[in-house]
């Protein structure tokens, strides 16, 4: 049976959340919340998103992602300003203004497309664990 667009979306967000938060995982599976720092298991963990993943041109982008505790994530409305801070002085003032202009592109992606992307991340997250 062939998977709906909907349905490839909603795997690849869970098979890159996994990703984003095992990268950033000791050997115990214990990681970091990018904004405040607490210390949690990687299961209990989310994928923070400096750009709002409503934008489908950076939801999945590696760049913009990082682990985040719920409280960050949810409650704080993923510490923005914070999460901002610490990505330019991560990664440079270039990548971050790389990252919003590319959040304002439109993107649409295949079911195909998709499904690489999966294929991709379950890949790179089977050699973290």
């Known amino acids: 049976m062939k998977k709906t667009h909907t349905k490839l ?11 984003v938060r095992y990268a950033a995982a000791d050997d115990n599976g214990i990681v970091e919340c990018y904004t405040c720092y607490n210390k949690k298991h990687v299961k209990e963990m989310h994928n923070g998103h400096f750009i709002s993943r409503r934008h489908l041109s950076t939801r999945w982008d590696e760049n913009n992602c990082r682990p985040q505790c719920p409280r ?17 002085a991560e990664l440079g003032e270039d990548i971050v203004q790389q990252l919003q202009v ?16 999966i294929d991709y991340y379950k890949a790179r997250l089977k050699e973290l664990i």
Request: proline share 0%; charged share 25%; aromatic share 14%.
């Open 9 to 19: 979306k909603k795997e690849l967000d869970k098979v890159f959340s996994q990703y």
């Open 72 to 88: 960050c994530n949810l409650y704080a409305q993923g510490e923005q300003w914070l999460f901002g801070s610490r990505l330019t």
């Open 102 to 117: 590319k959040s304002k592109q439109a993107s649409k992606y295949t079911t195909v497309e998709l499904q690489e992307m």
